[in-house]
């Protein structure tokens, strides 16, 4: 027991012993040679562990200059402000060279502007908080400087594909935009370059940004990273616009060095929102020995400032004829769209409708006139009634005819336009929608009256299974030719109603001859007997052809081309009460009935009491013996 016991203590104090010497401090600097451009800036980050005592640790800096001899020159320090040897001195008072602290433990030496004469070894040390001089107080890295070499610009060369420098230019939405830069590198090293096309300002014509202003948005719209990845801007426009294909980027090579890279930016259709300054932002990147790519220099170059005028600012949308127009009925009638402030450049897709204005506000879309040019028509009578057409007669004029306009076709007409930009075939959201003014169309008919008569043919009293007949005589009075369309109804019989509905209809017979039966559950038939009267049978009548009957009528005129129109006069008729008497036949079947009843009774009785007698007699038979 006593031995396990020591053996505890041994292994207790072992590990304890392993502690303490595990414990030590460490200053950690990344892993060099780091390569860094002159002129930009460098930032070494340096931590420590493994301390004791204040959670917020000093640090100092120190350059061993290549070809010093091994001296090393004060940098700065976070404790002593007169740390900085004299070449240091100014650039740590002017804040190009300091200290910026992550952690207590974690500091970053930033300098802002890269010199040729900061070349060499750098050092981080930590002065020393700990009970006992335990692990490294220092950790070094070797830094060189490299020339600038990065060339960014824009201006165009003999064997490269012109580039658009804008200056500040005004563009009409939806026109394409392409905008060239040119980038070069020339380093010993390994590196690669990204390139970023970016746009500062935005939200149309009356925000645009000036260049190297200041209060606007900058968005990333593409770039080709040093991968040669393709990457939109994040989480805005841009990206949507680059899945769908309205926004692009391409890199092409140079004919020599000297040329570098072409790196090209096209918008395929401009919105009021791509407004403002761009720019051509090149980053250098070098592969760190660490093994993370780390940005060595970069340079942005200004393409120049456009304007979008948006498609609403100019668009125009006029009808003629204008105010009012009245013809006579059967006249052709010719309106027209006039569609303007639209440049070709823009590539508009334009979609043309017509519209009527009807009562109560609501509107019928009478023809629509896509960008692909197929004509839809929504109100298809107006086909049937005289014939009509839309045709796009000339750039920006969509005339909608009329061959022999009728009085269904009186109304208030609207031309509705829509625009789109850029896009094969039209979708989404319209860039622009706009409505002329209307056009109050009136079409003029002679004077009409009409009036009309309904009733019960002459003839038998209406009896079930049998024909009877309705006539509705009816009378015109107009100065030119004129037919009917006859209409008959029929509403159930209901008590104490004194006004009956519409009713449901049971057959039509039209201005030209022609008729149409209803289904009713029964045979029916229509016809004229006489020129002002027309006649609806129904034959093998039923109960359930009993109801309230009348006629409707409407008034048909011609036109001077020959053609029939609706007039608009119309007359309904009185209502004829329709009652189903029951046949003879049908009464011969009641006294049948009855008798057959009678007799079935008494001879229920007549068995039941024959029954009950034998049995009784049995009964006593049995009680004697």
Known sequence: MAASREAMLSYVLLLLWAAAVCVCREVFLPPGPLYRVAGFPLSLPCSVSGYEGSRTQDFEWFLYRTGSGGHPIGVISTRDRGFPYAPFLERVKEGEVRVERDSGDAVRLVIQRLRAEDQGTWECYTPSTDSRYLGNYSAKVPVRVIPDSLKVNHTPTPQAPPSRSLGSQSLPEGVGLELT?????????HTHLSVTFVVQGGGGARGVAREGGSGHDVRDIISIGRDLGVYPGRGGVYERRYAEGGVSVEKRRGQSEEEGDF????IESLQPSDSGTYFCKVSQWIHDPEGSWERIAQRTVGLGNVVVQPITDSLSVSVSPQGEVSLPAGSPLSLSCEVGGLSPASRPSVLVQWLRGLSGGAELAVARLGPDGVVTWGDGDVVRRGGASLEKEAEGRYTLRFYSAHPADSGVYRCAVSVYTGQAPPTGTPAASQRSRGVN???????VTV???????????????????????????????????????????REGEEEPGEGRLLAVLRHDGTSRLYSNGSDVSVDRPAPSSYRLRIHRAGQEDQGLYRCKVEVWGMDQHGGWFNTGAR????????YMYSLASDLLFIPIIVGVATAVFVGVVIVASVTCCFMNRLARKGSRK
């Open 181 to 189: 830069c040119a980038a070069s590198v020339k380093s010993e090293q």
């Open 263 to 266: 790196y090209s930016l096209r």
């Open 441 to 447: 169309v009136s079409l003029r008919t002679k004077a």
């Open 451 to 493: 009036t009309a008569q309904a009733g019960l043919a002459p003839g038998p009293p209406l009896n079930r299974g049998h024909t009877f007949s309705l006539l509705c005589n009816i009378s015109i009075a107009t100065t030119g030719p004129a037919q009917a369309e006859v209409k008959w109804l029929v509403m159930p019989v």
């Open 571 to 578: 007359s309904h008729s009185n209502t004829v009460r329709v």
